[in-house]
């Protein structure tokens, strides 16, 4: 089975930098995504990692480190838009089709 | 191009009704999935397909049936509905395995 592990809240200041970590046990990892779903709405695509390293997109960065089973988002410059949750969801070419398992997601507040 | 189209968007089931939720998709995606998300909690699996004609079990399949006899549409059957399926449901469809996920605006269904 998989089992995904991120804090389930953080709270932040306006123009300040967040991290939300992401912490996974898979056995055939086959790529790790993050998703962002504000309240009430569907979730939409962030990042994709499936190499170790860094991927940057403007304020978002995401890192993964396949060895330790772990990532993280990082939200830089945060803004009022930028609350809400954070989903950390993991592929595993053992599990069927391929499917994405989910972690629980993070609620980012920020404040002005 | 309208994505991934979902209705209802809210609906209130009676103990024991039954009712289909319709999804369709213009992308002409092969994978299609309906999750469920409960209140601060992850999505869970309930049913995917791969193709037309070609379904299968997640990881929360009991009290749901599906069927995909085109590409385009994947509705998703709640029969005999009982208290523990009110959740949010969505569906979402993608290119192939490993790639992202796009996703429907969601159907919050209560069961009374």
């Known amino acids: 089975g998989q089992n995904i592990d991120q804090p389930t809240e953080m709270t932040a200041t306006e123009g300040a930098i967040v991290q939300i970590n992401c912490t996974y046990q898979?056995?055939?990892?086959?790529?790790l995504f993050w998703y962002q779903q504000h309240a009430g709405e569907a979730p939409t695509f962030l990042s994709y990692?499936?190499?170790?390293g860094l991927e940057e997109k403007g304020r978002f960065s995401s890192f993964l480190s396949r060895s330790k089973g772990y990532s993280y988002l990082l939200l830089k410059e945060l803004q009022m838009k930028d609350s809400a949750s954070y989903l950390c969801?993991?592929?595993?070419?053992?599990?069927?089709?391929?499917?994405?398992?989910f972690g629980g997601g993070t609620r980012v507040l920020v404040k002005p | 191009n309208a994505g991934v189209t979902q209705t209802p968007k809210f609906r209130i089931l009676k103990i024991g009704q039954s009712m289909t939720l319709q999804c369709a998709q213009d992308?002409?995606?092969?994978?299609m999935y309906w999750y469920r998300q409960d209140p601060g909690m992850g999505l869970k699996l309930i049913y995917y397909?791969?193709?037309?004609?070609?379904?299968d079990k997640g990881e929360v399949p009991n009290g749901y049936n599906v069927s995909r006899s085109t590409t385009e549409d994947f509705p998703l059957r709640l029969e005999l509905a009982a208290p523990s399926q009110t959740s949010v449901y969505f569906c979402?469809?993608?290119?192939?395995?490993?790639?992202?996920?796009?996703f429907g605006s969601g159907t919050q269904l209560s069961v009374l």
């Open positions: 979402a469809s993608s290119y192939t395995h490993g790639e992202k996920l796009f």
């Open positions: 990692n499936v190499l170790d």
């Open positions: 397909s791969v193709g037309a004609g070609i379904t």
């Open positions: 992308m002409n995606h092969n994978y």
């Open positions: 969801a993991v592929a595993s070419i053992k599990a069927a089709g391929n499917k994405l398992t």
């Open positions: 898979t056995s055939g990892f086959n790529g």
